[in-house]
């Protein structure tokens, strides 16, 4: 690990809005979007809302190996536009990405355009107003667009993953501007995410995904066969990180789509079962080289790969990740994943 | 492998030499050689994959003996 200091350097700047920014923009500290003059009276009043010592540090954030003190996410977090009450969440999602699991290091440095999605649930969505209703994942609510985005900066200003430098995405996507929702707990047949994942409802936590894209899937369907078929025939595409890998998919219901599930007698496991096996697709879909990639990362899994082997999108079931978020509306998403990551998620404390 | 005493090279292609230069400097060993291969050679010939590799080889004994000298 390289050398960091403690504490994160001041400079001074004139008292100017355009000033600061241009100072921003020549130094690659931005997004490439305007940002908030972090100063110290901002930086401390983040800092309140936290009991961690300004100067704790948090995680190492790959691949420059930055250190993510508590202070350097909340000054990330006053440059996004957060209000100071968003500052556990953001401390929350720097833990999670840096679990081994998730593999920071490859999601900061691919070629693959894998943005990190925040997912928020508990008591701390309802009160910092995560939207997990209508447009959950678009433009409009204030927690979702900072968040997303003071994580975005997170990475790369303390991790150091500079567009054409250290992050090497060929094309990239929106979703690394910003890219943050909750789940619709109120509305919802199931458990939800953190209590799926041994959190008790009362609990919040912020899970984190690697996420390549969004597909949207608008199906009228009514019938809990017909949709499961239509979104496992969503799924198989053969470009694809999570079928040469073994990945992590994730689905955003819609809850009319959820609830047609439901009403068929489904819960959760049973449609990630129906949805495992219905995506299966042939090896011989896969290009040439896509089929020698799968085989060095499969075969331990299924053995020698044939043409004729139907390939499952994830080592098992339980590997496909469904939340129930967006408003009214035939509408569901699929989110296809960096297939080399699994999601991490942790408790918001001290919100 | 090179704080602990050993020669150590890493190979980049171009695309990637970039992030390998400044990894290596974030991790405290911004001298780390690094031998370049041209990029992409996913479509190459088998030919010409054999004379990457030749030329790499080479790059990797003179970047070794360098490196220990």
């Not at chain 1, 567009?163 to 919802?188: I, L, V």
Request: glycine share 8%.
């Amino acid at each position: 690990m390289s050398a960091v200091p403690d504490r994160a350097a001041t400079f001074e700047a004139p008292d100017d809005f355009d000033a600061i920014n241009r100072i921003y923009r020549e130094k690659n500290w931005s997004d490439g979007l305007p940002v908030v003059p972090p100063t110290a009276a901002r930086v401390d009043a983040m800092l309140k809302h936290t009991q961690r010592a300004r100067h704790d540090m948090v995680a190492c954030i790959a691949p420059g190996f930055g250190a993510a003190t508590v202070e350097r996410i909340a000054i990330n977090a006053v440059l996004a536009g957060c209000d100071p009450e968003y500052l556990p969440v953001l401390i929350a999602a720097t833990e999670a990405v840096a679990d081994p699991a998730f593999n920071l290091q490859g999601i900061q440095a691919t070629t693959n355009p894998v943005a990190v999605w925040l997912v928020v649930n508990g008591p701390i969505a309802r009160k910092l107003q995560v939207n997990a209703t209508f447009n959950c994942i678009g433009q409009g609510a204030w927690a979702n667009a900072t968040l997303g985005r003071a994580l975005r900066l997170i990475l790369q200003n303390i991790g150091g993953a500079l567009p054409g430098a250290m992050d090497r995405a060929t094309h990239g996507q929106p979703g690394k501007y910003t890219f943050c929702c909750a789940e619709n707990e109120e509305h919802h047949p199931w458990q939800p995410l953190h209590v799926e994942r041994g959190f008790a409802l009362t609990d919040s936590t912020v899970t984190v995904v690697g996420a390549e894209g969004t597909m949207n899937m608008n199906t009228h369907a009514k019938d809990a066969d017909e949709l499961a078929r239509v979104i496992a025939e969503t799924m198989m595409h053969p470009p694809s990180n999570e079928y040469v890998h073994g990945g992590e998919p994730w689905f955003i219901l819609g809850s009319e789509h959820a609830d047609i599930f439901h009403r068929a007698g489904w819960d959760k496991a049973r449609v990630k079962r129906e949805l495992w096996q219905r995506s299966k697709m042939a090896v011989r879909q896969l290009s040439v080289k896509e089929i020698d990639r799968a085989r060095a990362s499969r075969t331990k899994e299924f053995g020698e790969l044939s043409a004729d082997t139907l390939l499952p999108i994830s080592p098992s079931p339980d590997d496909i990740q469904l939340i129930v978020a967006g408003g009214p509306g035939t509408h569901s998403v699929y989110v296809p994943c960096f297939g080399n990551s699994r999601a991490a998620t942790r408790p918001v404390r001290g919100a | 492998m090179a704080k602990q005493g050993k020669a150590a090279v890493t190979v980049c292609s171009t695309a990637f030499l970039t992030l390998g230069r400044a990894q290596a400097r974030a991790l405290g060993n911004a001298e780390l050689p690094i031998a370049v291969i041209p990029h992409p050679f996913g479509g190459r010939t088998r030919d010409e994959v054999r004379k990457i590799a030749e030329q790499c080889a080479a790059d990797i004994a003179k970047l070794v003996s360098g490196a220990s000298s």
